[in-house]
Each structure stands twice: as C-alpha cells, then as structure tokens.
C-alpha cells in the first residue's frame, strides 16, 4: 500500500526515481501495477510496441508540454518518457509522464499529462499537463 505524501519512490510499479506523485496518482491513472491482466475499460501500462506507437505518444507528450506551457507562460522543452498507461475509451486516454527541461535553465521536472486520442484520427485533446499531480481535482 502506497502512503499519501509527496516524493515516494514507485520503483515496484516500473516508475524509476522520485516522482511528485501520491495515492492521487493511482486514482488519476499514471501509476497502475504491472500485472498480467485488466479489467475490460480499466487503465493499464502502455508498453511502446513499436516506432509508430512510440512516435504516437512523443506527440502527445509534446502537445501536453505546449499545453503546459501556454497555460503557465513557461518554456519547457519536451526531453523523454518515462511512463505511458492508457485507457480504451471513445479512442484511448493516454496517461504520460514524461520529463521536460526548462530552454536556457537546463533545469529538468517530471510532467504528467493526460491525453485523449479520439477515434478515427479526428485529433486529440489534452486534458490537463501538470507537473504537481496534487493540484488536479
């Protein structure tokens, strides 16, 4: 059972490193336990296949960070994935963490953006990117 709090190392759920993530995370879909099954519509860890699928989530990734950084008046740039979960839903609802790196601070910060790939290639929506997932109701 994971704690409340700021700061927790989720290494057995594949998340290296310290991430600002605490039980709301779990609740919020970026930290599910890698288990052999789910259950039909619940969200799961999405392994990168492939190129295309890799390709698929660095672009959302990026529409987050410059949803982010218009939201904020930042200049981050996107820098990696570190965690994709994902939820079949009218598409799929992609849960990414991703790091992003401040332009000219070479300061780096953990990023979790929620992404909704609809149906068909009619486009995507982001939800919300924030880097403090304490602060999404």
């Known amino acids: 059972m994971v704690e409340s709090g700021v700061g927790h190392s989720f290494e057995?759920?594949?998340?290296?490193?310290?991430h600002n993530v605490s039980q709301k995370g779990f609740r919020r879909g970026f930290l599910v336990p890698d288990?052999?099954?789910?259950?039909?519509?619940?969200?799961?860890?999405d392994d990168l296949i492939n190129?295309?699928?890799?390709?698929?989530?660095?672009d959302l990734a990026k529409q987050a960070m410059q949803f982010y950084n218009e939201k904020n008046n930042a200049?981050?740039?996107?820098d990696g994935i570190v965690r994709v979960n994902s939820q079949v839903v009218a598409g799929r609802m992609f849960y990414i963490t991703f790091?992003?790196?401040s332009a000219g601070k070479n300061a780096s910060e953990t990023f979790y953006g929620k992404v909704w790939k609809k149906l068909y290639?009619?486009?995507s929506i982001v939800k919300f990117c924030e880097t403090?997932?304490?602060c999404i109701s």
């Open 75 to 78: 200049s981050f740039e996107f």
């Open 51 to 58: 190129e295309s699928r890799e390709q698929l989530v660095t």
């Open 99 to 101: 790091i992003g790196r």
């Open 35 to 45: 288990i052999g099954c789910s259950i039909p519509g619940g969200i799961v860890r």
């Open 121 to 123: 290639d009619l486009g």
């Open 12 to 18: 057995e759920y594949g998340v290296r490193g310290t």
């Open 132 to 134: 403090d997932l304490e």
